[in-house]
């Protein structure tokens, strides 16, 4: 699984930061995430659908490859 965030939607919410911190940070300039590695574990699939599911503006987008 790949996960990114889709930074023209990304408002900075931290709803993702709050359901999966291990997969993603919020940047310093302006508070919107960003996934320093876009591969999913197998351990954290389930918090990564969480953060996409949660995410108000729907910025984040995953592939099952």
Known sequence: M???VL???CQGHAMCVI???ELF???EEDGHAI??????PRELEHSAREA???C????IE???A
């Open 25 to 27: 940070e919020l940047r």
């Open 19 to 21: 359901s999966c911190p």
């Open 35 to 40: 996934v320093p590695s876009p591969d999913v």
């Open 7 to 9: 930074e023209d939607r």
């Open 52 to 54: 996409r599911d949660s």
């Open 56 to 59: 108000p503006e729907q910025a």
């Open 2 to 4: 790949k996960i990114r």
């Open 62 to 64: 995953i592939s099952e």
